[in-house]
């Protein structure tokens, strides 16, 4: 079996949080999509990253 990256960890624990990769995306990305996939992904719905 492959080990894992050392990195895995930390990108693991980056992306499970929602809000946070909400705040990169708003952030970051200057595209209408950005903000019509964070505001469909409130309430309570998984974001798929």
Known sequence: ???HNRHDAGYKMLFS???MVRQILTSFVNEDWVDAFC???EGGNPMVV
């Open 1 to 3: 079996m492959k080990k």
């Open 17 to 19: 949080n929602h809000e």
């Open 39 to 41: 505001h469909s992904r």
